[in-house]
């Protein structure tokens, strides 16, 4: 090594090395202030460290984005491939009781990558979207759904809509269900000595999101054969349990094959299940105090289940209606109907801050098929007061129409009422019951006003979040809340 090597800086070579400090540390300091924020592991442990991404939640977001998709049995949702890779868009956060809902950003604070999200021929792919954290997020977490090139007929029969035709008789699936195929909710077609042979169609709904109206039938989307409970093919005539076979057609939309359950009987059932065009139950109810007058329901399951508001006593009729889809059923001809008695039963109701619970009275009635219908049809009419959404309707407050509080959340906007000049709440004008006429004074009375904790108040503060209390009198039971906030200006909802 030299001797310059060897010796000391001197006062030139300090101030080299105290120049050489000085621009590191300018540096650092810098650095440090352009440096990104570092979140903490969580919002409370303070621990300095970045926020794993597989804490968030993360979802596929609600809008179709331009693909076709199903909502699958297995809970994710199938996309069908039409020659571009399927990406659809992820809602990734994270929801803290205190703070709310917090929306990360792709790009800024995660990334996504899709793998195997081009389908396979032949059958479906798992397509993964793979999210990872960057930023103030790192690791990594994964979204699932299903790509297919080709719907599989199975699937279809629950996806789209089946239809299934025969003697003026239609039999619609309904929409989504994937009960369709199961011998429990087989529909029913009348004997008639001759062979019963339906009809079955499919139907891409233009409803859906990405769908184009679109119908598949025999023989260009699928082949079809009627087979008996053994498999064999046959031509069904006589009362029992059949099939019908379809198989997807050479260059259709479809591959595989589903065997579509049927029965020729010789009554109709009054709970036929799972299908549109079977029975369906209507009820209307008379006497004074009443505001729902016609409810419907379908015999799915032989339960049908009704929502009555207003009062209800003794003098009350309940009068039910009864139509198999092609004929309007005639009572005491084509069934019978028995009260069961009835009783109270609890609901639970949002009062803005808590859950209460209110006992709820029903009444419960048998209808049973004579002649030639068969079954057994178990009907509850619940009995709600008169301070329900549907029993009140909407009201008005200073002039602007405003949805009141149903039992379980609050409106998106609420109407405003104003102070005088000593901050005391001036009452506001009320007009209610939008659709039933309702009258203050006659059917319902302004109580005052609550803050949300349930305690009636007279000043308040511009801002301030608070209810409108309303009570039902004369025909009308119950109370009703409307939200309000304290503003100046003109009422608006």
């Known amino acids: 090594m030299s001797a310059e090597c060897r010796e000391g800086l001197g006062v030139s070579g300090l101030r080299n090395y105290y120049s050489w400090a000085i621009a590191i540390m300018l540096l650092f300091a810098i650095a440090c202030i352009a440096a990104p924020r570092v979140a903490l592991a969580d919002e409370t442990d303070g621990s300095g460290q970045k926020i794993p991404i597989e804490h968030a939640y993360a979802y596929i977001d609600g809008q179709d984005n331009g693909y076709e998709r199903f909502w699958m049995d297995d809970g994710q949702y199938l996309y069908l491939y039409r020659g571009k890779p399927v990406c659809p868009k992820l809602s990734v956060g994270y929801y803290h009781y205190q703070t709310g809902d917090q929306r990360l950003v792709e790009g800024v604070d995660y990334t996504v990558e899709y793998v195997d999200n081009i389908g396979i021929d032949g059958g479906y792919s798992d397509a993964r979207a793979i999210v990872t954290g960057i930023g103030d997020y790192t690791g990594t977490t994964e979204v699932h759904f299903t790509v297919a090139r080709k719907l599989k007929l199975v699937d279809a029969c629950g996806v789209l809509n089946l239809s299934l035709t025969w003697n003026r008789s239609t039999r619609s699936a309904m929409y989504g269900s994937s009960r369709v195929l199961d011998v429990a909710s087989a529909p029913e077609f009348l004997y008639s000595g001759k062979p019963v042979m339906p009809v079955a169609s499919l139907q891409k709904s233009s409803y859906y999101n990405g769908y184009e109206a679109q119908f598949y039938k025999a023989p260009a989307d699928f082949s079809v054969t009627y087979t008996d409970q053994g498999g064999r093919e046959c031509s069904p005539v006589e009362p029992g349990l059949y099939f019908i076979h379809i198989s997807a057609a050479a260059g259709s939309d479809f591959i595989g094959s589903a065997d579509i359950p049927f029965r020729i009987v010789e009554k109709r ?139 379980n959340q609050r409106p998106a906007e609420e109407p405003k009422v104003y102070l005088d000049k000593d901050d005391m709440l001036m009452d506001p004008a009320i007009n209610g019951g939008y659709g039933n006429g309702l009258i203050e004074g006659v059917d319902y009375r302004f109580v005052g006003f609550t803050d949300r904790e349930g305690n009636f108040v007279k000043t308040a503060k511009n801002g301030q979040d608070l209810r409108i209390v309303i009570d039902g009198i004369g025909n009308y039971s119950g109370r009703r809340f409307i939200g309000i906030v304290i503003a100046s200006g003109d009422s608006q909802c």
């Open 269 to 407: 059932s009054l709970n036929d299940s799972a299908w549109t065009g079977g029975p369906d139950l209507s009820l209307t109810v008379t006497g004074d105090g009443v505001i729902t007058t016609t409810s419907h329901s379908s015999t799915s399951d032989g339960n049908a289940q009704f929502d009555i508001y207003g009062l209800v006593d003794e003098a009350t009729s309940f009068i039910f209606s009864l139509t198999d889809g092609m004929n309007n059923l005639i009572e005491g001809l084509d069934y019978i109907v028995k009260a069961a008695g009835g009783g109270f039963t609890d609901e639970y109701v949002w009062n803005g801050t808590y859950s209460t619970v209110y006992k709820r009275a029903y009444k419960s009635f048998v209808i049973t098929g004579m002649g030639d219908y068969a079954g057994t049809v178990y009907a509850k009419a619940s009995i709600k007061d008169a301070s329900s959404f549907y029993g009140f309707g909407m009201f008005s407050v200073n002039g602007s129409m405003c949805y009141s509080e149903t039992t």
